[in-house]
């Protein structure tokens, strides 16, 4: 069966800190990837979305970057934190039938806490 | 562009009873999925029911069921007998634009408190 995972699942980080988040995907192989944040009380909003090795689509602009160095591996960076930056980072995959009909998968979460 | 907007950000409802979470949401495009997700206090994110816009019926799936009125622009939760379990925060979310259909548009949400 898949399994997704993202770690850590908890941090403090200091403005102007570098950040890497890390999500890997079990199970399945080329899946489409998606790094979504949650600010506090609010729906989810995607950040970046992956349909291969070294695709990436940015959907919104901000000091964020992600990476997707092998088949089911997506990374979300930063190089200076800000403290807007602060949420729960939640990483999903999909099929690409999935895609279509939205079933995302989605990771545990990483909240992130930028002081 | 797309929207999607529900307007209930609490709702409680006695064990065992129904209910119905609201959404509605915009768009022009004439293909769109629309889909609700549950979210825990865990925080993982859970798949409910999905609803494509050309479908006929209206999607079930088990004790979750979605309310589509195309017309009203309105794609409506309802949850049978309610249990314990299934308080948590309900997002509605829609497919985007056929060019970047990997898009999922969340609502804010509506955080549903089941009393016994």
């Known amino acids: 069966s898949q399994t997704i995972h993202q770690w850590p699942a908890t941090l403090v980080q200091p403005v102007g800190s570098p950040l890497s988040l890390e999500c890997t995907v079990e199970g399945t192989s080329n899946p489409n990837l998606y790094w979504y944040r949650q600010a506090a009380g609010r729906g989810l909003q995607l950040l970046f979305y992956s349909v291969g090795i070294g695709q990436i689509s940015s959907e919104v602009p901000q000091n964020l970057s992600a990476s997707r160095p092998q088949d089911r591996q997506f990374i979300l960076s930063s190089k200076k934190l800000l403290l807007s930056d602060s949420g729960f980072y939640l990483c999903?995959?999909?099929?690409?039938?999935?895609?279509?009909?939205?079933?995302?998968?989605f990771g545990e979460g990483s909240r992130l806490t930028v002081l | 562009a797309q929207k999607i907007t529900q307007t209930q950000p609490g709702m409680f409802v006695q064990e065992k009873e129904a209910v119905t979470l609201d959404c509605t949401y915009d768009t022009s495009d004439p293909s769109y999925g629309l889909f609700w997700y549950k979210q825990p206090s865990s925080g993982e994110m859970i798949f409910l029911i999905y609803q494509g816009s050309y479908d006929q019926q209206n999607a079930t799936e088990g004790r979750y069921s979605l309310n589509f009125q195309k017309a009203r622009k309105s794609a409506n939760l309802v949850i049978s007998a309610s249990q314990l379990g299934d308080s948590a925060m309900y997002f509605c979310?829609?497919?985007?634009?056929?060019?970047?259909?990997?898009?999922?548009?969340f609502g804010s949400g509506t955080r549903l408190l089941v009393r016994p």
């Open positions: 979310a829609m497919r985007g634009p056929m060019d970047s259909s990997y898009k999922l548009i």
């Open positions: 999903a995959w999909s099929t690409l039938a999935g895609a279509l009909t939205g079933e995302l998968f």
